[in-house]
């Protein structure tokens, strides 16, 4: 059963920096795009960045120029380095990876930053 942990999320001052980590267990096959999505509240999900496992990378409009998504294939984990975070960069970011053509997500992980 593939499962993803995510890590590195909490509470920074604006300006500020984090580090998220998803690392992906349990799948036998490769792993093609893997990516961030965001939910702040009383809105709906949405894209941060992905990375296809060719490592070409895509980002959202509202991050660019801040944040960095990287993966490690050899220890199955997608990375988002999140710098000069804004107060409304605060949401729940979810890992995202797709496997053999299915979604799988992560359970979320609360980033929270004070103005």
């Known amino acids: 059963q593939v499962q993803l942990v995510e890590s590195g999320g909490g509470l920074v001052q604006a300006g500020g920096s984090l580090r998220l980590s998803c690392a992906v267990s349990g799948s036998h096959f490769g792993i093609n795009a893997m990516g961030w999505y965001r939910q702040a509240p009383g809105k709906q999900r949405a894209l941060v960045a992905v990375i296809s496992s060719g490592g070409i990378t895509t980002n959202a409009d509202p991050v660019k120029g801040r944040f960095t998504i990287s993966r490690d294939n050899a220890k199955n984990t997608v990375y988002e380095q999140m710098n000069s975070l804004k107060p409304e960069d605060t949401a729940v970011y979810y890992c995202?990876?797709?496997?053999?053509?299915?979604?799988?997500w992560g359970r979320g992980t609360q980033v929270t930053v004070s103005s």
């Open positions: 995202n990876v797709n496997i053999l053509g299915h979604d799988y």
